[in-house]
């Protein structure tokens, strides 16, 4: 009976394993996974290799923001709704090339800003996000190339008072003309000039706009006969605005200017106005050849076009 009680109790004791020398036998922890730690964003990267920008001695900046040759593996590709990923072909070595037509004809060359990367992988010419494809790495690189440009208008400012940035780019429109944008529409362009030159003011060569040395102002800098434009086209390269062709025709595709001309104009004020110059490919950048002649035809424009409204001339 005392036998039977005994059993009976320990059958009510937790069941415990033994090992062979008689101790407890560890009991293993449930297979869990550790809890999940915090999302760190990827390390930022290192741009220096992906923009080149070379010292000037002239009162010219040329910014080339959409001819870069380097798509890095690790880079993804910009998936953004509306990027535009294809690149504006050669206008990195046109940029290179005119640079070196100055060096040629005065021995002194302009400020030079390139973005090296392939468009599919940055856009020069965009808003942060826009830019980077929301790719956040890729944020020292934006931050990094306007930082070459705002150094190389302040180092141009020490040349002379004021200074002029071109944005250079590449369009494939249908009509072989250059395409010069003041952040001034097409339809704006085709008003008569008393509506026009008030749009000045507000334009990305404001500054110019009251302080043109020739005494020019409002629609005679766009269209006029000291005008880019209207220079370029008497050297043989069709442009618009120019006193030949002073607006596009309803229809017809034209740039006006983009995020560098609003941002490194003087449309908020400075001393550096810009344009966006959009170069066709056929007898300006299709080939080495034909680059080096525009080159110099453009140097012989803004050469005359720095001395008639900005008042220099190289010493």
């Known amino acids: 009976m005392k036998a039977t009680r005994r059993l009976a109790v320990l059958g009510l004791m937790p069941f415990t394993l033994f090992c062979s020398e008689?101790?407890?036998?560890p009991i293993a922890p449930p297979d869990l996974d550790p809890p999940p730690g915090p999302l760190l964003p990827p390390p930022p990267l290192d741009p220096t290799g992906w923009v080149t920008a070379t010292n000037g001695t002239i009162p010219l900046i040329i910014v080339a923001p959409h001819g870069g040759d380097l798509s890095p593996a690790g880079l993804p590709d910009r998936t953004c709704a509306g990027c535009?990923?294809?690149?504006d072909g050669n206008t990195q070595a046109l940029a290179l090339e005119i640079a070196a037509a100055f060096e040629r004809r005065i021995g002194r060359s302009p400020f030079v800003v390139i973005n090296?990367?392939?468009r599919r992988k940055f856009d020069g010419n965009r808003e942060q996000i826009e830019a980077t494809g929301g790719y956040s790495p890729l944020d020292t690189?934006?931050?990094?190339?306007?930082?070459r440009v705002d150094s190389a208008k302040a180092r141009a400012g020490a040349v002379h008072p004021h200074a002029l940035l071109i944005d250079l780019h590449g369009h494939a429109h249908t009509i072989p003309r250059l395409e010069l944008g003041y952040l001034i529409s097409a339809a704006q362009l085709r008003l008569a000039d008393d509506l026009v030159t008030p749009l000045v003011a507000a334009?990305?060569?404001?500054?110019?706009?009251?302080a043109a040395v020739s005494s020019d102002s409002g629609a005679a800098l766009l269209r006029g006969a000291g005008a880019?434009?209207?220079l370029l086209q008497v050297l043989g390269y069709p442009s618009v605005p120019s006193s030949f062709d002073p607006a596009p025709?309803?229809?017809?595709?034209?740039?006006?200017?983009?995020?560098?001309t609003?941002?490194?104009g003087s449309k908020v004020g400075g001393a550096v106005d810009a344009l966006q110059i959009e170069c066709h490919s056929p007898g300006v950048r299709d080939s080495a050849a034909n680059r080096t002649a525009f080159a110099e035809a453009l140097v012989t424009a803004l050469l005359v076009f720095l001395d008639l409204q900005y008042g220099w001339v190289p010493s």
Do not use: C, K
């Open 141 to 147: 690189m934006w931050r990094l190339f306007h930082l």
């Open 116 to 118: 090296r990367l392939h």
């Open 84 to 87: 535009e990923t294809l690149n």
């Open 22 to 25: 008689g101790q407890p036998a």
């Open 203 to 210: 334009s990305s060569i404001a500054r110019l706009d009251t």
């Open 249 to 260: 025709d309803v229809g017809e595709s034209y740039f006006s200017g983009g995020y560098n």
């Open 228 to 230: 880019l434009g209207t």
């Open 262 to 264: 609003e941002r490194h």
